[in-house]
């Protein structure tokens, strides 16, 4: 009987660990590989925002669906709006970035 209740707790956790990766078919991406693939980009991207000091990390928010990067939220300057592209850019798994960020005045 034991390996019963072993076996349904394996398969109710498996279970629910794929509901919980079901979002990233919900959003159009053909595996749970692509879906971890982007959060590890969002990651990269964001960490490098961390470390540069021109760029603001909290004011920009950064998601990755298939490769693709979209910046959006607030620069205090044009330069800044366009160091966050090259730093997102230059990230490895960063097939594209589109940058929708708002330049404070």
Avoid: H
């Avoid at 076996?7 to 660990?17: D, E, G, K, N, V």
């Avoid at 919900?26 to 692509?34: D, H, I, K, N």
């Avoid at 991207?45 to 298939?66: G, P, W, Y």
């Avoid at 592209?85 to 005045?105: C, F, Q, W």
């Amino acid at each position: 009987m034991n390996k019963y209740a072993r076996a349904l707790a394996i398969a109710a956790l498996a279970a629910a660990t794929l509901a919980g990766t079901g979002c990233a078919v919900m959003r159009g991406q053909e595996t749970a590989g692509a879906y971890v693939d982007d959060t590890a980009t969002t990651t990269a991207v964001k960490t490098k925002f961390v470390e540069d000091k021109t760029v603001d990390a909290a004011s920009i928010k950064v998601e990755t669906l298939n490769g693709t990067v979209q910046l959006s939220g607030f620069a205090k300057s044009n330069a800044e709006k366009a160091q966050a592209e090259y730093l997102a850019r230059n990230t490895k798994g960063v097939r594209a970035v589109k940058n929708d960020i708002a330049v404070r005045p």
